[in-house]
């Protein structure tokens, strides 16, 4: 049996002399500044190399005794590491698979894991520990002989994530999504992958995130030989999901804001290019703004017509030891949310912790998406399905719901920034004959409107985001709620004498589309379990709301034979010219 000892001293010496069928091999190292970890694995893998038998690794987690005894990156674990994991694609089976023995005259087991807990990858399958002095008989060499990692996934379990470089694992976790998504992309479209050129991306990776990848360890190629049923699946769902992208032929209008948009370190590729392949499977960039502007600079792209934001968190290196709240994509958020309330955004971030949505949702945000962590471990369905998760959400805030959340808001801004008819106005009482003028504060027209707005916004959130509701019972009460807080325009419009009942008054100032909306209203607040209110009763009577608070109403119907307490809303909308018009085009 040939035995391999890696150390700085003739350590070798300490293995039983008693073993005659032992070949001891040292390898001395003096001076751990002259070769790379990975310059040490070569040189044991070609004296492991012409071993026809079976052959033992004996490496010293110290290997320079004049280190100082709190460092707490020892070389003879570099080495180790550079075997098992960052060489897995470099070096001969035979060497990744050898059976080692770490030893130390210094630390036990677990003061040296109290030291580094990255050292847990020295209790992995295959690797033995030993605090000299010990003695070993042939059976116990024999024993670890036996040893093998079988794979790179057996290693897993024993890695445990402590970098402290910030800025370094920032950027270490951006080009790990990016590289999964071509994993993910050339899996899923491998004709269409040929034309994104990212191979650079996939390639030069490695050599990015090599010296942590004994924490984060990359899939093998066999785990990705997935059933093509399942992949067709997945690969059907993306195609329907970017349809939903397109409005005649054209892409959803999206903002991205982003420190790496336009570069993730290779080749200019930055997170537009790979947001516009995830979302329309092209490299028809949509708009993407810089950091370095400010931020009031930025809010000068945003318009009513931006459909979607994807805004990163983390925008500067500054932002890493940051509060959430205090962060510059929280910061964005905020000033978005305050110009463009009904505008919705979705936090890209790398942490999927419950303290931060929750911060964030409190500001405004509308959706999450976690980028995939190099931690995270997922398995090449979950890899998949991360991708669907993105498009899931950005197709739920561009779906005509949002939609028309968005539109009311340019109502209620029109309303806001011209006179109404109703401002000033003076209702004919048909009894008196007199004019009745009612004093309104658009103020208050505009705030109810704008509660009612956020109210919806919390509704969508609820049931397509978050929480959800349990059954149409519940979207009704929300919903009907809604409608009775809009409902009270209606009566602050109506004011009139103590006593009569709002229908009452707007019967008798033959305000006929108001009564119709205040039906409405009496239907919703009395909604039973078989006639429930939904979004589509909701939009209906908001879109009348509209119409009546931005046109005039007229005295009296053209019509003869016109019978106002008979007619539908919809009949009363369309015996006006200027109701039918407004209604026709408002959504």
Known sequence: MKVIVVDSRASHHFLPKAAPDLEIHPLLIEDTNQKS???????????????????????NVKINYTLPSNFDFYYGIQILKEIRVNGYYKLPSRIRKMPIVMYSLDFSLERLLQINPEFMVIVSPGTSYHRLPFQFNYEQLKTLSEKKIMRLNDLKPYFMPSDKSLDKRHSYANIWAANQFIKNYKLLFPLDALNIQSDSLHERRGGRIRDIQFIYTDWLDEDYRIRNKKVNQIRQKV??????????????????????????????????????????????????????????KMLSYFSDNTDCVLLDLILSND???????????????????????????????????????????????????TKEGIDERLTPIGSLNR??????????????????????MEFVKKIASKKQWWENHGWLDHQTQQYELVEVKKDEIVNKLMQALYLIRSFLQNKY??????????????????IIKLAAILEYLHTGKEGTASTEL??????????????????????????????????????????????????????????????????????????????????
């Open 239 to 296: 195609e329907s999901l970017r349809q939903n992208l397109l409005t005649d032929g054209k892409q959803k209008q999206i903002i991205l804001i982003d420190d790496q948009s336009e570069n993730i370190g290779v080749d200019n590729k930055g997170w537009r290019f790979i947001y516009s392949e995830m979302l329309f499977g092209n490299s028809a960039l949509f708009t993407s703004l810089s950091v370095s502007m400010t931020d009031e």
């Open 506 to 587: 707007m019967q008798g100032r033959k305000d006929y589309l108001g009564v119709k909306l205040y039906d409405l209203r009496h239907r919703a607040a009395y909604y039973q379990e078989n006639n429930t209110v939904d979004f589509n009763y909701l939009g209906n009577f908001m879109k009348a709301l509209f119409c009546y608070l931005q046109v005039k109403p007229k005295r009296e119907s053209n019509q003869e034979d016109f019978d106002p307490a008979k007619a539908s809303m919809i009949e009363i909308i369309y015996t006006s010219k200027d109701y039918k018009k407004f209604y026709v085009k408002a959504f």
């Open 465 to 482: 985001l978050e929480i959800g509701y349990r059954n149409k019972l519940e979207e009704s009460f929300w919903l009907s709620g809604v």
């Open 37 to 59: 970890a990975y310059k040490i694995a070569e040189q044991i893998n070609e004296l492991a190399y012409d071993s026809p038998g079976k052959c033992l690794l004996f490496i």
């Open 387 to 408: 991708y669907v998760e993105l498009l899931q959400a950005v197709n739920r805030l561009t779906s005509k719901e949002f939609l028309f959340l968005k539109k009311s």
């Open 319 to 369: 932002d890493k030891e940051k509060p959430t709240e205090e962060t510059r994509g929280a910061i964005l958020l905020r000033k978005i949310k305050k110009a463009f309330p009904m505008t919705p955004v979705i936090i890209t971030t790398a942490s999927n912790k419950a303290q931060k949505r929750k911060v964030l949702r409190k500001i405004g945000c509308d959706a999450f998406w």
